[in-house]
């Protein structure tokens, strides 16, 4: 009887051991997951240049260029007063050759 009693108390004390041991290694596995996420947060950010003289408390501002192309065929691209218009022929990987117009208007006085 005593055997068993012991045998049981051996049991529940090892399964004790275990259980703690589940739980730090969750939080060591936590804690590098946390780890690993900031750092390629941070390369993102130093990489994107956001993250330049700022502290964790700033707010980054930044701006964005937004360039539009069409693409016209042909005869329908018009030289069109106070635009500019430049040209550029190339042959593509098919042996085609293409022109490329570049057209940028120029702003208004």
């Known amino acids: 009887m005593w ?9 529940l004390v090892l399964l004790s051991f275990f259980l703690v ?3 730090n290694v969750m939080h060591i596995v936590r804690g590098s997951l946390c780890f690993v996420l900031k750092h390629i947060h941070h ?7 956001e993250s330049e003289g700022l502290s964790d408390d700033e ?4 701006t964005r260029v937004v360039r539009r192309r069409v ?5 329908e691209f018009q030289n069109i007063p106070g635009e500019q218009v430049t040209e550029e022929q190339f042959t593509d990987e098919q ?10 208007s120029t702003p208004n006085p």
Do not use: A, M, P, R
């Open 3 to 11: 055997t068993f009693i012991t045998q049981l108390l051996v049991t």
């Open 59 to 62: 707010e980054t501002i930044s």
């Open 43 to 49: 390369e993102l950010d130093k990489e994107l240049g």
């Open 21 to 23: 041991s589940c739980q």
């Open 71 to 75: 693409f016209l065929k042909g005869d």
């Open 95 to 104: 042996g085609n050759i293409v022109t490329k117009k570049d057209h940028t």
